[in-house]
C-alpha cells in the first residue's frame, strides 16, 4: 500500500528509487512498543537534484524557507504521529506529496501601485485634523 512512485498530479510523478526511507524508533511516551520497534518513518528526497522535478518548480521549492530542508537541497520528513509503520509512511509521502503541491502554484508578481492624489489629500486632512484634536487637549491652544 503505500509503496510505489509518489503522484503528486497527472503531469508529475515522483519514481520510488528517488525517495529514501528510513524506520527508526519513535521518541517520546509509549512504553514497551516504543522501544522495541522501529515504526517511525524518516523520509528524505533530494529536491536539488531529483531529475523528475521541473526547474522552475524545483527553484520555487528551495526558495522556500522550511527548517525540513538542508543546506544540501534535502528535504527530510520526520513522521510518528501513527503506531504503525505502514501509516506513518503513508503519514510522510502524504506530507511530501502535499510539499511539492504546495510549490505548484505561481505566486503572481506584485504590481506597485501609488497612491491617488485624493488619498493623499485625505490622508493629509485626517492628519491634520488629529493633530488640531490633540492640540485642543493641553491647556493652551495654537492661538495664544
Known sequence: MGSGPLQINPKLTIPDDELVERFVRASGAGGQNVNKVSTAVELRFDVAHSPSLPEPLRARLLARRDRRLTDDGVLVIDAQRFRTQDR???????????????????????????????????????????GEIKRGRSGKGHWE
Do not use: C, H, M, W
Open 88 to 130: 506513518n509512511r503513508e503519514d510522510a509521502r502524504e506530507r511530501l506529496a502535499a510539499f511539492i503541491t504546495a510549490g505548484l502554484s505561481v505566486p503572481k508578481p506584485r504590481v506597485a501601485t501609488k497612491p491617488s492624489r485624493a488619498a493623499k489629500a485625505r490622508r493629509l486632512d485626517a492628519k491634520r485634523e488629529r
